[in-house]
């Protein structure tokens, strides 16, 4: 093998792969270089360059000056409807998706499989198949333009795939070791506290950065649902590029895209591995 | 539950099994039927709203196939179809060819493999909003990278395809390849890694160089992932919505217009309900049109399992 490394082949290859990873760096170095750049500095050259003057003050201002739709609070605000929205809505459906997974899968009851087959469907019902039917039902409750109703709408939705992801790890454990239990008195609690949670953690890191990641970016049912104030920050990146189309000020904006991306960027720079297992477990279906 | 059964014993009453099993009746069919309840309901009536004269609020009435026949026939409509269908193919092919080669190039045992894919995989992480907002900037030709090329002295450069009617669906191809051929790259990989070891050894024995090897023993393998991910990716560019928001927000004009953002303008900036309804069930008659055929193929495939 040692031999072969320095062939001209292999230099090729390398040559390609460094060449295309490179191409795949540039929009995230371009814009935490403008994040660093002054405004005037990127009006007067192009969005691609060098900070003359490191500008870390554009990260300040972009967390809690800049003024989004008449409000001038910064991304802060916008940040903390998003973390509010996706932390609960990411507890809720893994904890009830795990629940139902190991119901469909382990417990079985009458009906199961039917039942099962249609909460699937949900992974491929387009989100606009369902924005009016959310409509009138945030609407009657009382619940549009808040969080509350976004987190309903993402506990609800995402049950089809923490359900499927559960279900799916969970078929694997002998069915021998349920039926035991039962005999042993156990009920369908005390067997999913006992025996299917510590079983469970790789599924569940899987299907909570699955989720996070979602909710996080999820941007249709945002801006449908809710309005200034209390809009996730999705829909709250959109609002600012429109607000600062006359003005240009690419240096804070870039610095609120980094902000607004790092959550899950993080994530996947940690959980790499188990975000990967459940992109490819939710193609596979 | 051993509490209600210590507490049936000191009352003395014996508590029938339906009302002591209820916390977990309660468990498994409320989240279960609430999913499939929504998703059923919610379906049928927008459908049934699809058929309905229904403008600002939603009304009864049946208006039969006019409201399809209203929205097929606007410019918008036709637009955002021709765009769906260049757009999908372009992005659907362009993407299995860049994840393809990508995953047989970091398949050849090369180093630092982990940090290459990691950097292949990233922008899948980030949101549409996010790529779409970035790809905005570099590819705006008055501060992206036509100026910069223009300040390094090549004047006569031109890279507007944002502001271009012809080309601006291409801006779109581009950011979503770059944000989602990672994805490709990940399947394709663990496909390739799964090839039999005999068979490339048998191939090897029978003096098949690399690029026969791939050809005729490697590639074939990968069929059934090659379908999963072009159906996964057109599923994506059906419901495409937020990158194209982002970054071109329709225009210039309506040249990018997606049947997503159509559905959009009819149900809540036009307040034209029946006729936003109908758009929404054509986009999920063109997932259908996607999602049969696949549903199908891959029942026969189970069958030639179980059965051979």
Known sequence: MRDRTFAPSRMLIYLVVS???????????????????????????????????????????????????????????????????TIPATIFSTLLGAVAGYAVSLWRFRGDSWIYGVVTLGIFLPQQMRLLPWTIVLRDTGLMNTLTGLVIIHTIQGLSFTTLFCRNYYVAIPQEL??????????????????????????????????????????????????????????????LSAAVADIPQHGVQSAAVMIAALPTLLIYLIG????????????VK | MTDTVAAASRTGRPIPGAVRRLPEYLAIWVPLLLSAAHLISFALWTIWISFTPSTLVPVSGWVGLRNYTAVL???????????????????????????????????????????????????????????????SWLLNPGFGIQKLVHDLGW??????????????????VIAAIWQSSGFAMALFLAGLRSVDADLVKAAQ???????????????P????????????????????????????????????????????????????????AAAAVL??????????????????QRRRATHA
């Open chain 2, 155 to 172: 004047t006569s450069f031109r890279f507007d395809w944002l502001v271009d009617r012809d080309m601006a669906i291409w801006t779109i």
């Open chain 2, 73 to 135: 026939a606007t410019r918008n409509w036709k637009i955002a179809f021709d765009n769906l269908l260049l757009f999908g193919s372009a992005f659907v092919l362009l993407s299995l060819v860049t994840g393809l080669m990508l995953a047989i190039l970091l398949d050849q045992r090369i180093r630092g493999e982990n940090t290459l894919r990691s950097i292949f995989l990233y922008p899948i992480a980030v949101s549409f909003v996010v790529t779409g907002t970035v790809w």
């Open chain 1, 272 to 283: 790499g591995k188990y975000f990967v297992r459940g992109l490819t477990a939710g193609a």
């Open chain 1, 19 to 85: 060449l295309v990873a490179v191409a795949y760096l540039v929009p995230l170095i371009v814009v935490v270089l403008n994040s660093l750049r002054s405004n005037e500095e990127i009006v007067q050259t192009s969005m691609i360059g060098w900070p003359r003057q490191w500008a870390f003050g554009n990260y300040l201002t972009a967390w809690s000056d800049f003024c989004v739709a008449q409000t001038c609070a910064g991304i802060r605000p916008y940040m903390l409807n998003s973390a509010l929205v």
């Open chain 1, 178 to 239: 349920i039926r035991a239990a039962r005999v042993d008195g156990a009920g369908f609690f005390r067997i999913f506290w006992r025996i299917i949670l510590p079983l469970s953690p790789p599924i569940l890191i899987v299907t909570v950065i699955w989720q996070f990641t979602h909710i996080w970016n999820e941007f249709l049912y945002g801006v449908t649902f809710t309005t200034g104030q209390q809009q996730p920050v999705t829909a709250a990146l959109i609002a």
């Open chain 2, 221 to 276: 393998t990968l069929w059934p992932i090659t379908i999963t991910v072009i159906v996964v990716q057109l599923q994506f560019a059906i419901s495409t919505f937020d990158l194209v928001r982002a970054l071109t927000n329709g225009g210039p004009g309506i040249a990018t217009q997606l049947p997503a953002l159509v559905v959009y303008d009819l149900m809540f900036q036009r307040g034209l309900l029946g006729r936003g």
């Open chain 2, 283 to 300: 986009m999920l008659l063109i997932l259908l049109a996607v999602l049969l055929p696949y549903a199908a193929w891959r029942y026969l």
């Open chain 2, 205 to 219: 024995i029978d003096g098949a160089g690399p690029v026969r090897m791939y050809r005729r023993v490697i590639l």
